[in-house]
């Protein structure tokens, strides 16, 4: 099997790698840029710009959020451009201006701050370079973009401009992720070495069937084919087409793979992926994927793998497990898919410490099998188990909403601008054609670099 | 259930403070004629009373715990002593009293409730909206003493229906339990000639 490799010493790779994780990833300090706000009493004019059903899970949250006044919305379809103004008025009982076109709302809307991009992912790109060209701060949907071009277009457009530009990997600002990375993997080290890392996002298939529409309100072809998409299910489903978006590994992997990244402090050396059609037929993406990733991190080699299936829900739904010596953190959105394991043997010190000073919880034990007896004499005792301290009491995307509407007005750091979102995502770019080639890719820095 | 120092029924009604030798005149026996009239209905004066506490009581809470539901308040968790900054969470319960928790029927019967054949549908949010106000209204009645009687036996009625309910789930101990409440009425009805303290005795 034949590695598509680059002709770059693999200790300058990592040296150069290293050098660019470490302005973020490891130091943790991943916004660089503030934005000073014009004096409206903290008041921040905002555009939606996409409201599907994402950018009606994002309004949702910032609905919640004081101070934000939604002036404008765009969105191409008028169906979801009536719903946007309906609930826009509903919120603050005044019609914000309604376009179908950005840049006639960007020549006409004069005061706005920020813009919220909830568009599909092969408009991310155009979208954000407009608006930040326009001078507005912009929140965008994560995956950054649908070709890896397009996501550096976006980092050089912000870093141009001075703008604020947060991507939407929303679990960088969840609370319950912050804690564990800092307090439970970096401040305590509870894991020990990290040696392996699986995460999976299982969707069953009556969750992954493609949307359909009523045809009375349907869009007109002219109006689809100059916005780019060939017909109505062409725009409902646009993460089936390779065009448009970079199917479930960036659509739902995105996410996942990113916390690979924050977590270790480390981007990927390389990935073998592996994918097929195997239920949808007639997808352009594959509708399976699983991907192998190396990682040379500060502590040593880590394996990871992740697994997106949108043919079945069983087997824990979505998570990200870190998996070291002395302990496991199984992390998800979802609080119930949240575990903690203490590996069990003397060599492992007591975290009794832990729960004193309220860093842990302990798990109420499961109950012990009616059947005893040792199937395997090499069989290990199960781990002990924990539970974070505390959850998270608001909208999974609200934090990082709140984190970039604070960095608006200068009074916080994103925490995931689009230098530090790219050079998560990066590696992502590779899974796809790894798995059409059946090559594993080992990156070079040219393929990973702004 | 007459005293038997005294000459008629109405003569052993406290608070008259008759003489012992003024209920005697039918001969009965010294000593026994020496006990004034409303001492020796003292044990009948208490009972009713203490049925009627405790019925009125039990009604009352029980229409006011209609109005009563769990309430989530988040408090930061702390760690090292101090209050997270993170922006995690605990939820603590608080029980909570507020008319928007009113529920009559409880939310774990109403389900079944709609799925009995000889439970009438229209009757189920009527009695449901009845029956909170209607436990407190009867039960702060028979606390005041208005028409003791009339106001046992609408209690006395509302505890069947109560049971019938209970009958068409199959929760044979909570007919049991609401058996002894019907035993209590029954017993606070037959004492109601001793009711002290009443606004309206009448009834």
């Known amino acids: ?169 929303q679990r960088r600002s969840n609370p319950r992720y912050r804690f564990t990375l800092e307090q439970l993997i970096n401040g305590n080290k509870i894991c020990g070495q990290i040696v392996n890392v699986n995460g999976q996002w299982n969707r069953s298939l ?54 690979f990244n924050w977590f270790l402090g480390a981007v990927p050396t390389s990935v073998f992926a592996t994918g097929g059609n195997s239920y949808f037929k007639e997808r352009e993406h594959f509708d399976n994927v699983m991907a192998l990733f190396d990682y040379d991190t500060p502590q040593g080699q880590v394996r990871a793998f992740y697994q997106v299936l949108t043919t079945t829900s069983a087997g824990g739904g979505y998570y990200e497990s870190f998996m070291g010596t002395q302990g496991t953190i199984d992390i998800s959105e979802i609080p119930t898919s949240s575990n903690i394991f203490r590996e069990t043997g003397d060599q492992v010190p007591s975290w009794n410490y832990l729960l004193e000073r309220g860093l842990l919880k302990p798990k109420p034990a499961a109950p012990k099998p009616k059947t005893a007896g040792v199937i395997d004499s090499r069989a290990s005792p199960p781990p002990e188990g924990f539970m974070l301290p505390g959850e998270m009491n608001k909208p999974a995307h609200q934090p990082h909403l709140e984190n970039f509407f604070a960095a608006v007005r200068g009074e916080a750091k994103l925490n995931c601008d689009a230098r530090h979102a790219f050079l998560s995502e990066a590696p992502i770019y590779y899974v796809n054609p790894s798995a059409l080639s059946k090559q594993p890719i080992v990156f070079t820095p040219e393929q990973l670099s702004v | 259930m007459s005293n038997e120092c005294c000459k008629t029924e109405e003569s052993a009604e406290c608070g008259k403070n008759e003489p012992a030798n003024e209920c005697c005149k039918d001969g009965a026996a010294e000593g026994c004629c020496k006990t004034p009239c409303c001492v020796a209905n003292l044990g009948y004066v208490y009972g009713v009373m203490l049925l009627r506490l405790w019925l009125g009581v ?125 035993i209590m009425i029954v017993m606070a009805l037959a004492l109601a000639k001793h009711n002290r303290l009443c606004v309206l005795k009448k009834w």
């Open chain 1, 206 to 259: 009556s969750g992954s069937q493609d949307i359909a529409v009523n045809p009375k309100i349907a869009m007109q072809a002219d109006i689809l084919n100059k916005y780019g998409f060939k017909d109505m299910h062409q725009f409902m489903n646009w993460r089936f087409y390779r065009d448009l978006s970079g199917g479930a590994i960036s659509d739902l992997g995105a996410h996942q793979i990113d916390i």
């Open chain 2, 58 to 182: 039990r009604a009352v809470q029980t229409g006011i715990e209609k109005y009563a539901g769990i309430k989530g308040v988040d408090q930061r968790i702390i760690i090292d002593g101090k209050p997270s900054t993170y922006g995690l969470t605990k939820l603590d319960l608080e029980k909570v009293y507020d008319l928007k928790q009113y529920h009559g029927i409880p939310a774990s019967m109403l389900e079944p409730f709609t799925k009995e054949p000889l439970m009438p549908g229209f009757m189920l949010p009527m009695y449901d909206k009845v029956l909170g106000p209607a436990l407190l209204v009867l039960g702060l009645v028979i606390l005041l003493g208005i028409a003791p009687r009339t106001s046992l036996f609408l209690l006395g009625l509302l505890y069947i229906s109560l049971t019938w309910g209970l009958i068409l789930l199959g929760q044979d101990n909570g007919i049991a339990w609401l058996g002894t409440h019907m």
């Open chain 1, 1 to 169: 099997m034949e590695t598509i490799q680059s002709n770059i010493p693999r200790r300058d790779f990592l040296q150069r790698t290293a050098a660019g994780v470490g302005a973020g990833l490891v130091l943790g300090a991943p916004g660089i840029l503030r934005a000073a706000q014009g004096d409206r009493g903290g008041r921040i004019n905002v555009a939606l710009l996409g409201h599907g059903k994402q950018g009606q899970v994002l309004f949702e949250s910032m609905k919640n959020i004081p101070g934000l006044n939604f002036q404008a919305v765009c969105d191409i379809w008028k169906y979801n451009r009536g719903a946007a103004v309906g609930h826009v008025y509903a919120l603050q009982k005044q019609r914000p201006n309604a376009y179908e076109d950005v840049e006639e709302m960007l020549a006409t809307e004069k005061g706005l701050d920020a813009v919220v991009i909830a568009t599909p992912d092969f408009w991310h790109s155009p979208h954000t370079v407009k608006c930040l060209e326009a001078g507005l701060n912009v929140y965008c949907e994560k995956m950054m973009a649908n070709t890896i071009d397009g996501a550096r277009a976006m980092v050089h457009a912000a870093e141009k401009s001075g703008k604020l530009c947060q991507i939407g990997h």
